[in-house]
């Protein structure tokens, strides 16, 4: 239930994270994938306008948000709600209050403990995109370290990971086997081989990775 609880701070409350090794105050991810679908366009404010939303996705985000809530306060028999913070919150609580009675069974449970890390994943991606790095080092499937892609022969891993959300596991992927490594214990592995400057000269923040026990 720990990292349902801390989706739940995040989505809904101002809220620490470490970036790049320093303590940031965030508002509720739910009030900044707000913030980014009020994201103007220029074109439309020329003539006093208020201008057009630029990111669809996060708009798409939005309803599908909001969908997803109706439906866990339905099955809560909650009262419908305009206020997404609040009535998140509310759910949460008032599910747990369920649970705590044996009114809510596993399965259902589960579903719903499920639901809003999801949310904090979605969010996460639409608002700070993850960030790519190549590995110089082997695949640790196939043993490759190059491969070809339209013609050039670039490195075989290629890492997504997120910078401002150390919770969220990395995917690292090789392009030569297409094997795929989940989660911080593969990139210790991967890693564990190069040295800080390559880290650098990646792109790499070494402090992120150290603080995570990744690297001495």
């Known amino acids: 239930m720990q990292g349902t609880e801390r989706a739940v701070v995040r989505l809904t409350e101002s809220h620490t994270e470490w970036v790049d090794g320093k303590p940031v105050e965030r508002s509720p991810l739910l009030v900044e994938l707000a913030d980014s679908a009020t994201a103007q ?4 404010s020329g003539s006093g306008g208020a201008g057009i939303p630029i990111n ?47 009114r809510i069974n596993d ?10 890390p999801d949310w904090v994943r979605r969010i996460t991606e639409e608002v700070s995109p993850p960030a790519t790095t190549e590995i110089l080092t082997a695949c640790t499937n196939c043993g490759e370290s190059k491969a070809w892609v339209r013609g050039d022969r670039v490195s075989a891993v290629v890492v997504k990971w997120y910078p401002e959300d150390l919770d969220r596991a990395p995917v690292a992927k090789c392009r030569f086997c297409e094997f795929e490594g989940v989660g911080w214990g593969y990139m210790h ?12 000269r990646l792109g790499v923040d070494v402090s992120v990775f150290a603080r995570v026990n990744l690297i001495s």
Not at 73 to 99: C, F, H, I, Q, S
Not at 107 to 116: S, T
């Open 107 to 116: 399965q259902a449970w589960q579903r719903i403990e499920d639901e809003f």
């Open 41 to 44: 366009d220029k074109r439309g």
């Open 189 to 200: 592995y991967d890693l564990d081989v190069v040295n800080r400057d390559v880290l650098a």
């Open 56 to 102: 669809l996705g996060v708009l798409a985000l939005q309803d599908l948000i909001r969908g997803r809530l109706t439906r866990l306060r339905n099955y809560l028999n909650l009262a419908p709600t305009k206020d997404v913070l609040a009535g998140t919150r509310e759910a949460w609580t008032y599910a747990k209050d369920e649970r705590a009675g044996a």
